[in-house]
Nanobody, 123 residues
Framework: QVQLVESGGGLVQAGGSLRLSCAAS????????MGWFRQAPGKEREFVGT????????YYADSVKGRFTISRDNSKNTVYLQMNSLKPEDTAVYYC????????????????WGQGTQVTVSS
């Protein structure tokens, strides 16, 4: 069982940056690949990116590639999402999730989810 808690969301102007954190409970954090998803009002949940268990590999959606970076610190049971050059279309609730499978973009492949944190980008 893994419990995930996101933090770091907020309001930022277009072109700005935010770093989201996702803290995991339990001693098995390092066995999971971690993903970030987002959901804007009236839209389906969208894959953002994922990082493998060791942190050595990442995979991103085309919409965020080159602007967002995922990292993790297994000693702190935490995964991060650094978001740069933010755009109004990045506005959404951002969720972290844990999966046994790396590089999966499908939300149904993730077993554990956080409660989400709101990111709002103003134009």
């Amino acid at each position: 069982q893994v419990q995930l808690v996101e933090s770091g969301g907020g309001l930022v102007q277009a072109g700005g940056s935010l770093r989201l954190s996702c803290a995991a409970s339990g001693r098995t954090f390092s066995r999971y690949a971690m993903g970030w998803f987002r959901q804007a009002p009236g839209k389906e949940r969208e894959f953002v990116g994922t990082i493998n268990q060791s942190g050595g590999n990442t995979y991103y959606a085309d919409s965020v590639k080159g602007r967002f970076t995922i990292s993790r610190d297994n000693s702190k049971n935490t995964v991060y999402l650094q978001m740069n050059s933010l755009k109004p279309e990045d506005t959404a609730v951002y969720y972290c999730a844990a999966s046994d499978i790396f590089a999966t973009t499908m939300s149904r492949s993730y077993d554990y989810w956080g409660q989400g944190t709101q990111v709002t980008v103003s134009s």
